[in-house]
């Protein structure tokens, strides 16, 4: 009887699975061409062994707001863990209150893109870190008072030695950069419902979302959105086919032109990520936009000068839901106190 | 051979236990007549039971910055779990770089304390927990709109409905804050080596330790630093015997007075606990000391009239370094997302 039970089970299973795969099987080998999943292992960061101690320094720097004039902004303020790894507001809140001019982009599976920020400034990860803590509307220290500030903690010490062995003086700021990027590539979000789809898994999806991911790839979305992030592999135009409105597209940002200084460069912004996008509003640069739908009718105009149904938008949002990966499992780090040698913050 | 060597082993141990605890005796007892060890659980909160849905939607809340006007400022913010419970400022940096009035308090422990806030104007953590939020220069919104917000954030129906499932509708201003505060709780740092020492481990404690608990029993420190929390159990006017400088206590704030209208209670606050207090720098309700020698110096001559040798205060301080516990070990909650339906950041 147990055999026999066996049996028909492997049968039915086998029989479920074929008949899921031959309908899925021309949108899920489409689907395998444009995207990847994303690992289960955090990737490597480009000449950097990530040992434990390495990465313990890196999470605690992250979450330590003394890297800023303050000492009330960390690198966790605008990329918080909890948050799908931004802030939630269209533009961040940096020192004395400024604010920012662009929105701030997720952490999670940034190591996957090709570069950082909006218009790529950065090379990678590592570049990165560095960044927001010397820009004056933001972390608003210099890096050498970053460094002045780490070793006035004579915690931090032991920690620096125990994650560079070989250095002889190992407080400084590439190391800060270094430690950094090497947590920030940790927090990754795999077995998103897509990517168990493009493990092979045909119901992973519901069928409104593979109509979205049907729409999403003929619409032509794909052709900037693909990759293992959905998206920062590339740049674009913002507004290629029709330009919108100055709330969200303001003439001022020229994007990547600020970098290259290259007149094909106008209004050309990295292709964001979608990777966990329903947990990452407001949408945009400008961060102009809190519904989901809505961007994804913004874009679809002025991308590709398409104007989709409320039911084509639906559909293709639904798709969307489906890059909601696990989100990382990261213990608060206890940092080292600062003592009568710490330098004070500047309020 | 083997059983001679472990019955000499045991007689030696025996020896050396006996050695010690004789010679430790009398500062034990005494200390175990002064102070109680932190528990290895955390206490109940009066009226409410911790299930794990409370306690999980408690940590969700401590963590969101939404329930400040900017939707940047959360109760971890000026209670950093990674910071020993505190900011490492002065005074808090809260809505709109406003700052606050006096040194944010540790939330680590805090449930052992009599009363919450350096005047003792709530209760206890429940009613601590609904303070901050509304305040102008902190959060700075409404009950009515922290009640709005969360209605608005669709995720968090569910985990109300978790943590409070006898209630119809569970998204009160009331539950958040018991709920914070059943989060609070869990707050606590045992197995501090004083604990291990309350608890009769006479080699908890270092040589220069004892000799500073004896100084701080002998000196009266322990006459308000005292019970579990080596202090946060009564109130006690600042400068009894000779005021500080007007840095150190400006004569603007009149402290519980502010509460009472006591005459009385000018210049008393709620004598702090001085648990993990080597990292909660700086000291006083201002935060001026961020030396903590200095702060010890500084209390002997203006709550005892005692004029401490160098000697004196590194023994004691030293004693106050065996008041540092394991710190809290927690995951960073996964907060809900905002959505089109989200009242918007007032930035």
């Excluded at 940034?110 to 927001?132: C, H, I, M, Y």
């Excluded at 592999?233 to 990547?256: H, N, Q, S």
């Excluded at 739908?293 to 149904?309: D, I, P, R």
Aim: proline share 9%; hydrophobic share 40%.
């Amino acid at each position: 009887m147990r055999t026999v039970a066996v049996a028909l089970a492997l049968v039915s299973a086998t029989i479920g699975a074929t008949a899921a795969l031959s309908a899925e099987d021309p949108l899920m080998k489409e689907a395998q061409g444009l995207f990847q999943p994303i690992p289960n292992k955090p990737p490597v960061v480009k000449d950097v062994v990530a040992t434990p101690a390495l990465v313990e320094l890196g999470k605690a720097l992250y979450f330590d707001p003394r890297l800023s004039e303050s000492h009330n902004i960390s690198c966790n303020t605008c990329h918080q863990i909890g948050l799908g790894g931004v802030d939630m507001l269209p533009v961040s809140i940096g020192h004395k209150s400024q604010k920012g001019t662009r929105n701030a982009p997720t952490v999670l599976n940034s190591v996957f893109n090709t570069a950082q920020f909006w218009d790529g400034r950065a090379a990678d990860l590592k570049e990165q870190a560095g960044g927001p803590i010397q820009n004056p509307v933001e972390m608003a220290i210099t890096h050498q008072h970053a460094i002045e500030m780490l070793r006035g903690i004579p915690g931090y010490k032991p920690l620096f030695e125990a994650a560079f062995p070989g250095d002889k003086d190992p407080v400084t700021i590439q190391n800060v950069e270094k430690a950094i990027a090497v947590f920030e590539a940790t927090l990754i979000t795999p077995n998103a419902p897509f990517d168990k789809f493009l493990r092979g898994d045909g119901n992973a999806l519901t069928a409104e979302q593979k109509a979205g991911l049907r729409l999403f790839i003929d619409q032509g979305c794909a052709s900037c959105h693909n990759g293992i992030n959905v998206g920062g592999g590339m740049y674009a135009p913002f507004g290629v086919v029709e330009k919108p409105g100055a709330d969200i597209l303001p003439p001022t940002d020229k994007g990547r032109f600020q970098v290259t200084k290259t007149a094909d460069d106008e209004y050309v912004f990295k292709v964001p990520t979608l990777r966990n996008i329903e947990l990452t509003p407001p949408y945009f640069h400008t961060g102009k936009a809190w519904d989901l739908k809505q961007a994804v009718g913004v874009m679809a105009t002025s991308q590709l000068g398409e104007h989709l149904s409320d039911d084509q938008i639906s559909k293709i949002t639904a798709f969307l839901h489906s890059l909601t990966g696990e989100q990382p499992m990261v213990t608060y780090p206890i940092l080292p106190p600062s003592t009568a040698t710490t330098p004070q913050p500047e309020m």
